[in-house]
């Protein structure tokens, strides 16, 4: 199987993707009276050399790997990068983030070859799970720490050594998710029996401290760094992957009834979670009672509803109106410009991204690379949906941040990394596909 | 493992498929509920950063453009006359809103009226924003002589064109800068807002179309439509006696004459004297209760006056309080009582009189013109109602001219030269007795000889010093008399224009 054509369609997908991605910038920036756009330098550097940069070595690093994936990665994040730029341009004093973001998606693209320079086989990972479980703790709590933790916007999720600020949950998760994937491919065996409680069977309680494990640290991340997004994330995580290692529905069941438990009790004990849930109030209304000051929700809302079917056009819309609209609700900006198609473009790029990463996972030869792969999934498809049925009421709003498009540096070198690791996971995949289709000829030839 | 992996990508699939539905909800079927909710201010937020047309008097004068400003709104709106033209304009600020004709013709202004709509194909690949610039029927120069005449008495000056409801001048005193409530700098907006309501004098409503007073004598010209028209009031009969008091049937002070004289006799006598004794018993006796209210309303009392400018206040005819009390109906018909009106109402009394009995709808909105000169929008004069027949119309006109040549009202033709007919009602309206104080009114028309008359006109002069029959005459009048002079000399070219 010739596995290497898979260069050429990501080669055009990315050529496709910075078309788009350029045009988006020209037109954000047209409504300006410059007929040529100022910073139109960096632009290209950033959107049209990085993934091509990315492109190369994934051409040598990882040859044989999916092509989907980088091109979607690249769209997305060229998209955010208009946006970032747009929105920054708009307000009263530029703060410069757009120049960070792209500063930022050099240090991911780097992190991204780095980490396919360093992982040449997906599969060695797994001697590091232990290793990689206490990193991963180590750096979910972080925060907690007295000297380096810092709170801002009410959440406890950030370290600052010296003028670096970085959220270290962003890559607790890839640690964790790792550390799941070899965790429970050594266990999964063991922790698939069941036992019958009258009409249902439930996982035997002796193998149930992993779970509750899991339990406790989401909930120690819900209350005491106040991060409902990461602590829902985390808890999914960690739910899909024992799910799916063990092939038993019955830790969903297990894990949902924990879930609620942790979340009746955090909802009556914590003013935070409280708020939250009132400022929801539910998926069927889309913005909190009339008589009230309109919420950063609420602003969100009339945001889209500016949008329609085609969006207000690209730098005509006043998303600046949602308060740090650049993180994590971008995707209202998104949807007042762009309108219904712009926000169904970009559902459609995660769900193939998602589609990719789940094939990868399918194909991919060992159990520990295929609930890898899954994890890393997991990871991204199910951020991404946290934050956007946030910002449209789907569901009570967490802060996390929209993979690949929000403002973030942490968020995208964390991304660009698991970027690097599925695609390091197909390749591998492919390579031993052609190793064993080799093998099998030579034999014949031999016999 | 597979199976799972399968059912996982079926489960996000289901979750995106909600967000797409969520996100359909939002931006399509629940769009116009957002957009109307009151607390969404973005339709402001994109009219403030867009172009927006000028008002202009019809003499051409500027009263309202926008400029570009060096901040988010790229537009700042000013108001090169002040105060001048503060209650017809209005304001059109970021956090205060909007008023006037700010208020009234925003959609035109920002260029999203009904007749721009047919145009929009063209916009598509035009680029070119479409604004809409509205001229006002206002005259700067009559607007000016208004104000110069009124001083810096509180007050209000209305003028209106009898045969098309055109609003001509229309000024009151206090009034206020709206440069000050729409300056984007938003704390000095709101310091200023907050001045404003705090001040009981209220500047930022315009007294004349939004408070009310006792109209006094000048109300008699409504209780001689109803006696004419409901009465049987004829030029001669009934001559009332000549008396100093009249009392009704029933429990109740009676009615004097100003300074305590006697007074009596035909129509014309009588509203030439602004008898007291005789136009109350006009009212009770041959108007009565039914006709007087069906007249009151017929002009415009107890309704609300179609105006194209926002919150129009009604005037009022008290029906429950003089029905079956005839002391309390007789006080009614010479202005006392409860009844209550708007210098605009009664500018409307004085241009039905002159307007062969119609009351046409008042407007300040002339027309609107796109960006490029062509009308978009043209207001249609139509009757808002009307009081009385073409022939009491034409008696009562003459009767309020023989005030003017013979009565109490012969100031007003002080400043009106030429072949030009007047006629005119003053009022006094006493308001307080230690000191006496009053307010001083006068209504009146002008216009060439033969013709229905060009201007109508209201001054009310509030809180003069001394009360008596004279005071309207002689403190209101002359404003009058000037504003009717400038709304019949032809339009003054405009200064720099």
Redesign the interface.
Same mark, same amino acid.
């Given at each position: 199987m010739n596995f290497a054509a898979r260069r050429t369609t990501e080669l055009g997908l990315l050529v496709l993707g910075t078309m788009f991605v350029v045009g988006a910038y020209l037109l954000a920036t047209l409504p300006d009276d410059s007929p040529i756009p100022t910073a139109v330098g960096p632009l290209l550097a950033v959107t049209v050399g990085l993934p091509l940069i990315m492109h190369l070595a994934v051409r040598r690093l990882a040859p044989q790997a999916d092509g989907m994936l980088l091109p979607l990665a690249a769209l997305l994040n060229g998209l955010g990068y208009v946006f970032i730029v747009r929105l920054d341009e708009a307000k009263a004093s530029p703060s410069g983030l757009a120049g960070l973001q792209s500063l930022w998606m050099i240090l991911g693209a780097g992190a991204f070859i780095a980490t396919l320079i360093v992982v040449r086989d997906a599969r060695r990972l797994e001697r590091y799970r232990y290793t990689a479980g206490f990193v991963g703790l180590v750096l979910l709590l972080m925060p907690l720490l007295p000297v380096v933790g810092r709170t801002i916007n009410g959440s406890r999720i950030w370290v600052s050594f010296g003028p670096i600020n970085f959220q270290p949950g962003e890559f607790a998760k890839l640690a964790l998710a790792l550390f799941f994937a070899g965790y429970l491919v050594e266990k999964r065996e063991l922790l698939a029996i069941n036992r019958a409680f009258g009409p249902i069977a439930l996982p035997d309680p002796k193998h149930l401290g992993p779970v509750l494990i899991a339990w406790g640290v989401a909930l120690v991340v819900m209350v005491m760094e106040r991060d409902l997004g990461s602590s829902l994330l985390f808890f999914t995580l960690f739910l899909v992957m024992i799910w799916v290692a063990t092939e038993r529905a019955s830790y969903l069941l297990v894990g949902i009834l924990l879930f609620a438990g942790g979340a009746y009790l955090a909802f009556n004990a914590f003013s935070h979670v409280q708020e939250r849930m009132e400022l929801w109030g539910g998926f069927w209304d889309l913005v909190g009672p009339v008589a009230q000051r309109p919420t950063q929700l609420d602003l969100a809302a009339f945001s889209m509803a500016d949008g329609g079917t085609a969006g207000q056009g690209l730098g005509l819309g006043s998303p600046t109106s949602i308060p740090v609209v650049e993180s994590d609700f971008i995707y209202a900006a998104i949807t007042e410009e762009l309108g219904l198609l712009g926000a169904a473009a970009v559902l459609v790029a995660f769900l193939l991204m998602i589609g990719a990463g789940l094939r990868i996972a399918q194909q991919a030869a060992t159990a520990f690379e295929r609930l890898f792969a899954t994890g890393l999934t997991t990871l991204l498809g199910f951020q991404a949906f946290i934050i956007m049925a946030g910002v449209v009421r789907l569901l009570p709003l967490t802060g996390v941040t929209l993979p690949f498009i929000s403002y973030g540096g942490s968020s995208l070198l964390a991304n660009y990394v698991l970027l690097a690791l599925l695609l390091r996971i197909s390749d591998d995949t492919a390579t031993r596909a052609n190793e064993r289709i080799a093998a099998h000829q030579m034999t014949e030839v031999v016999g | 493992?597979?199976?799972? *992996?399968?059912n #996982?990508?079926v489960f996000?699939?289901c979750?995106?498929a909600? #967000?797409?539905l969520?996100?359909?909800?939002?931006? *399509?079927f629940?769009? +116009?509920? #957002?957009?109307d +909710?009151?607390?969404?201010n973005?339709q402001v937020?994109?009219d403030f950063?867009r172009p927006r047309g000028t008002i202009e008097t019809a003499d051409g004068v500027v009263v309202a453009e926008s400029v570009d400003s060096q +901040?988010?709104f790229k537009f700042q709106r000013t108001y090169p006359t002040g105060d001048l033209f503060a209650h017809v304009t209005g304001f059109f600020a970021f956090q205060l809103g909007s008023t006037g004709v700010e208020r009234e013709y925003n959609s035109e202004l920002a260029g999203r009226g009904l007749g721009f709509d047919l145009q929009e194909l063209d916009d598509l690949f035009v680029d070119r924003e479409r604004v809409g610039n509205v001229t006002l029927s206002l005259r700067n120069d009559v607007q000016q002589i208004a104000r110069d005449q009124l001083g810096q008495r509180e007050g209000s000056v209305v003028a209106v064109d009898p045969r098309n409801g055109e609003i001509i001048a229309l000024w009151s005193l206090p009034s206020y800068d709206p440069n000050l409530l729409a300056t984007h700098d938003f704390p000095a907006a709101e310091a200023a807002s907050e001045a404003l309501n705090a001040d009981p004098e209220e500047p930022t409503r315009s007294r004349a179309y939004r408070e009310r007073e006792f109209p006094g004598s000048t109300f008699k010209v409504v209780t001689a439509t109803a006696g004419v028209e409901r009465g049987g009031v004829t030029e001669d009969s009934p001559d009332y006696p000549v008396q100093s008091e009249y009392q009704a049937a029933g429990i109740g002070t009676p009615i004097g004459n100003f300074g305590g004289g006697s007074c009596g006799g035909t129509l014309f006598v009588i509203l030439q004297n602004s008898c007291n004794t005789a136009f109350a018993q006009m009212g009770v006796e041959q108007a009565q209760a039914p006709g007087m209210t069906a007249t009151a309303e017929a002009y415009g009392f107890n309704q609300e006056v179609p105006i194209d400018l926002p919150d129009p206040v009604r005037s009022r005819w008290p029906t429950e309080v003089v029905t079956d009390n005839p002391p309390f109906l007789a006080q009614a018909s010479i202005g006392q009582n409860e009844v209550q009106s708007t210098p605009l109402q009664m500018a409307l009394v004085a241009a039905a009189v002159a307007n062969d009995g119609k009351v046409m709808r008042p407007h300040v909105m002339r027309e609107i013109l796109d960006d490029q000169g062509d009308v978009v929008e043209r207001y249609e004069p139509s009757t808002w109602t009307t009081p009385m027949s073409e022939e009491t119309s034409r008696l009562l006109r003459e009767a309020m001219v023989s005030v003017v040549t013979d009565g109490t009202a012969q100031r007003l033709d002080d400043e009106v030269e030429g072949d030009v007919v007047v006629g005119g009602k003053t009022g006094t309206a006493q308001i307080g007795s230690d000191p006496p104080r009053s307010h001083a009114w006068i209504i009146g028309f002008a216009g060439p000889e033969g013709e229905v008359p060009h201007v109508a006109v209201a001054v009310l002069v509030e809180g003069q010093e001394g009360a008596s029959e004279q005071t309207g005459g002689r403190v209101a009048a002359p404003i009058a008399s000037a504003v009717l002079a400038a709304a019949l000399a032809p339009p003054a070219a405009p200064a720099g224009g």
């Open positions: - | 493992m597979s199976k799972q *992996i399968r #996982l990508g996000l699939a979750c995106y909600a #967000l797409f969520q996100v359909n909800r939002l931006t *399509i629940q769009a +116009d509920e #957002l957009q +909710d009151p607390r969404n973005r937020v994109r950063s +901040d988010q």
